[in-house]
């Protein structure tokens, strides 16, 4: 025999006993989204990688080192997502989707970057994020981060901190970076390795920087929100009175830049404290020259992404899952009773669409089978044998309260699993 094939690291099987956490989290984010009026629209996870490479940015941690690219056997090059945004816009362009009003439209979905593996942070993760195009605020910002809200609140997390930051104009930003560039020149010698390669290329990011021997010359830098152009203030201004008219408490953090390049004026995050290192569990920012840039029409534009792994995590912790997973299993004693238990099966869920039933396969004594249902964690045994076929009626063993075995008529089975399931 060959040795076992292993998955592959940072790639993870979400395994049964997870996937109900993961159903609400997805389920209670995606309502929310429909609930606001954002549409659905399903992506490719393949793009060319020049895509990546014009809306993510060439001087960006994804485009430099995340990127998991191939060439087909056409030696095309391809990137595996590392993100949704790019592929949204892409599309939206490509189906004139921008000359209709203003979409605002939301995707799902596995994403991939080749990054160190650790508790929060794997190579293929999952994202929920949703972009507005058309639209150029400040009133849409203020209820995206609203909406973002109210999302992490349905899933019971309410410890979380927003931040938000203004990085202004391009052109606000030019100066400002001129000013930050020379400020960390003067600190040189407390530049880590990558924050030295990044004064050169993306001088923002090193206020990005995790590196805890820089959080003081961090603290110490020139504030972006000190240097913003009067428009981009106002703009920050009027999303904060809309934020604190709703009662919604948050922090403005100039230190706040976001690791993608497409950035202007408003970008936030919700965070916790609760995940260690990995504490954003939602992200996003406005983009308004990105898509005149990749040649489309002058489009203002913002969206949000958020990790699902991350909000699963937090969870988790608060939500078990309460209902069984089975209602009911069906044992099946002798090879005459096989196929009117098939179609009792099939009748039950005709009357019952929401009936979870396993129906036992592959035989086996009553014993053994009533083991299996046992160990299936459903809530009932039925039991099906010659004497239940001869009598049309099926037994009924409640596996949780221990009662004991009842005889019910089909009629009488379909009102007690419908109690079951109305529970
Ligand atoms: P971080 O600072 O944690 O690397 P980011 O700025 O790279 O995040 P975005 O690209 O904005 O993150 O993605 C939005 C959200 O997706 C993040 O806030 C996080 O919840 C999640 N996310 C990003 N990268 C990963 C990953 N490798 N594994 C799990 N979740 C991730
Ligand atoms: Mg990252």
Redesign the pocket.
Same mark, same amino acid.
Request: with cysteine; glycine share 12%; aromatic share 8%.
């Given at each position: 025999m060959g040795k076992l094939i292993q998955g592959i690291r940072g790639f993870n099987d979400i395994l049964c006993e997870a996937t109900s956490t993961w159903r609400f989290v997805e389920t209670t984010v995606c309502e929310i989204l429909d609930s606001y009026g954002y549409e659905e629209i399903r992506l490719p996870v393949v793009e060319k990688t020049a895509l990546f490479a014009r809306v993510i940015g060439e001087v960006t941690d994804i485009v430099e080192k995340e990127m998991y690219t191939f060439e087909d056997r056409n030696g095309e090059s391809f990137t595996l997502r590392p =993100?949704g945004t790019a592929g949204c816009v892409r599309a939206c362009l490509q189906h004139g989707l921008l000359h209709k009003g203003q979409p605002r439209v939301w995707y799902s979905g596995p994403?991939f !970057?080749y =990054?160190r593996p650790q508790k929060? !942070?794997? !190579?293929q993760?999952h *994202?929920i994020g949703a972009e507005v195009f058309g639209a150029p605020g400040p009133d849409i910002d203020a209820e995206m981060i609203l909406m973002t809200g109210r999302m992490l609140r349905s899933l019971g997390l309410v410890d979380l901190q927003l931040q938000i930051n203004s990085l202004g104009t391009p052109q606000a930003r030019a100066s400002y970076r001129e000013q930050l560039v020379s400020y960390f020149r003067r600190h040189h010698e407390q530049l880590d390795e990558d924050a030295q390669r990044r004064l050169h290329t993306n001088p923002l990011r090193i206020l990005d920087s995790k590196s805890p021997a820089m959080q003081g010359l961090i603290a110490a830098a020139p504030s972006i929100l000190e240097h913003l152009d009067a428009a981009s203030k106002t703009h920050i201004e009027q999303i904060t009175a809309i934020l604190d008219t709703a009662g919604i408490p948050y922090t403005l953090n100039p230190r706040l830049v !976001?690791?993608?390049d497409y950035y202007t004026r408003t970008v936030f =995050?919700w965070t916790t404290e609760r995940l260690g290192a *990995?504490g954003?569990?939602?992200?996003g920012g406005r983009y308004d020259g990105l898509i005149e840039q990749i040649g489309g029409p002058p489009t203002p534009a913002i969206g949000f992404?958020?990790?699902i =792994?991350?909000l699963v995590a937090l969870a988790a912790a608060d939500h078990a899952p309460s209902e069984p997973t089975l209602h009911a299993y069906l044992v099946v004693v002798g090879e005459e009773a096989v196929a009117p238990a098939y179609r009792l099966a099939e009748r039950l869920r005709d009357c019952l669409p929401r009936l979870r039933l396993r129906v036992n396969s592959g035989g086996g004594s009553f014993k053994s089978q009533f083991k299996r249902a046992d160990r299936s964690g459903a809530r009932y045994a039925l039991i099906f044998a010659a004497e239940e076929l001869a009598s049309t009626c099926v037994s009924v063993k409640d596996l949780r309260e221990r009662t004991e075995q009842r005889r019910l008529s089909e009629a009488d089975l379909v009102v007690l699993l419908a109690e079951c399931i109305a529970r």
């Open positions: =993100e994403m !970057r =990054e929060g !942070r794997y !190579r993760f *994202q !976001r690791g993608l =995050e *990995q954003t569990v939602c992200a992404a958020t990790g =792994e991350r």
